[in-house]
Each structure stands twice: as C-alpha cells, then as structure tokens.
C-alpha cells in the first residue's frame, strides 16, 4: 500500500516512516489514490469515531455519520499536518469531530459566527472527554482483535454470561471458551499498550 | 484438573465468568501460583478498561457513497 516515489529518500533504520507515513504528503499525483485513503481512514477509525461522535450528538445517527464524513475530509485535506509517528489518528480525528459537532450546533443556534480556524495540531480534547475518549480507543482495540476473540468477548463478559453459557450457545467446549478468553484479554492489553492507553 | 488447564482461567476470572466449583478450583490454584497472581493483577486491569464500552458488533460498513473529489 505504502509506495514511495522513486525520488523520495530512502528511509533510514533509524527513522523507519510511520504507520501514517504513506498517508503524510506531499505526495505525487496518482501516487495513492484520494478514494483509497478515505477509505482507508474510514476502515480504521470509522467506527470507533462514530461511536464517539454519536455520544456529542446525542445519539443522532445521521448527524453522527455526516460529521464523520467532513472529519475524514478534513484529515485527508490536512494530511501534511498529522503527525506521521502517531500510534492512532484517534485523538486527532476526534477533536476535528468535536469542533465540526459544536459548529454545527452554533449553527442551529443561529448564531453568526464560527470557530476558528486554529492549527489543528494545537487543539487538545477537554478533560471531560477524556473517558468518553479513552472508550473510543479501548474500542478500537477490540476491533483490533480477531474475530474470534471479538465474539468470545461479545458471548461472555458484554453480554453477562458464564463462560459455560458461552460454550453451550456457541456449540464450543467450556475450555475453549476459557482459552479464547484468556487469549483475547492478552491480546486486548497489547492493542491498548499499542494505542497509548496503558492497562 | 491439570495445572495448565487452571491457568488458562485465569482470563475468565479476571472476567467474572467462572461458575462456581470452577471459581473455586481456580482461588485454590491461585493461591499456589505466583504466576497466576501476577497475571490475574494485570488482566484485571485490562478488564477494568473494558467497563462502560460498548461490545463491537461486526457488519458495520462505511457509508458507500462517501467521495472526495
């Protein structure tokens, strides 16, 4: 995916590019197509940031899905300012929904006039989003995980039941349940150490 | 039940989910086992994330109609 121009430098082993560094201009037209990097942001973060997002606008879906839409817009348009080492684009994409949100509300308000237009790179999510933020993450992480270990999450613990009730609905025995529950939590710490949020 | 097998609960416990003679069989284990008890610690901190999260259901899609241009 992350094709370079044949004129760029060569990475060095100390300055290996991020995971973002394909995404990061400037970059040759054609080299990587517009569709391809919305895309992309939307399979990473498009759910996660939706969930944040619904939470802002009160459980209003299709507000919820435009303002995603403008916030991935706008991160596609303002790729050169991303910070190419970054673990997760999360903190950056919801604080670009949170202005977008408040914006539009402004707007519903009728009052005349916007937010600015700040340096993104400047903007800092208030303390009162920070659990609403760290869910997000924690959310993204479980998206993270196989499929298998997503559902033996979903059949036990989301969903309150014993890992024997587990096993009888999923047709699966007891100690493959508890050995996929085992993995999923060892592979859950990891995609949190990952994305910043230490366990 | 074999040493292995109770160690692999740890996860479930760390959780809630045991049953009963399973809960109990695992804190007798644990008990013995430095290894458990220094795992139970840091699984239970992951599960303590996992509180106010909404499980992820799979089947979600991007909107198709999403272009830029």
């Excluded at chain 1, 919820?64 to 300012?81: G, K, L, N, P």
Aim: some cysteine; hydrophobic content about 40%; charged content about 25%.
């Amino acid at each position: 995916m992350a094709h370079r121009a044949p004129a760029a430098p060569p990475a060095t082993r100390e300055s290996l590019p991020g995971p973002w560094s394909w995404f990061h201009g400037p970059r040759p037209a054609g080299d990587v197509d517009d569709q391809v990097i919305v895309t992309e942001l939307y399979r990473v973060y498009g759910r996660p940031l939706l969930s944040f997002v619904l939470r802002l606008t009160g459980g209003d879906r299709h507000w919820a899905e435009d303002v995603v839409q403008e916030t991935m817009i706008r991160a596609w348009r303002s790729a050169h300012q991303l910070d190419e080492n970054a673990a997760s684009l999360l903190p950056w994409l919801a604080t670009v929904a949170r202005r977008i949100v408040i914006d539009d509300q402004r707007r519903k308000n009728a009052r005349p006039q916007e937010a600015g237009e700040g340096p993104l790179e400047n903007m800092h999510v208030p303390d009162g989003l920070e659990d609403l933020l760290r869910s997000v993450v924690v959310s993204e992480a479980l998206l993270a995980l196989s499929p298998a270990h997503r559902e033996v999450l979903n059949e036990t613990f989301f969903r309150d039941r014993s890992v024997n009730e587990a096993a009888e609905r999923l047709g699966i025995p007891v100690g493959t349940v508890k050995s996929r529950v085992y993995y999923a939590l060892k592979s859950l710490r990891i995609a949190l150490e990952e994305r910043g949020v230490t366990p | 039940m074999s040493a292995d097998t109770l160690h692999i609960d740890v996860g479930a416990h760390a959780l809630g989910l045991l049953e009963e003679p399973d809960r109990r069989a695992f804190e007798a284990h644990l008990a013995a086992c430095p290894a458990c008890h220094e795992e139970l610690g840091a699984l239970r901190e992951v599960a303590r994330m996992l509180d106010g999260v909404e499980p992820i259901t799979d089947g979600w899609q991007a909107r198709p109609e999403t272009r830029v241009s």
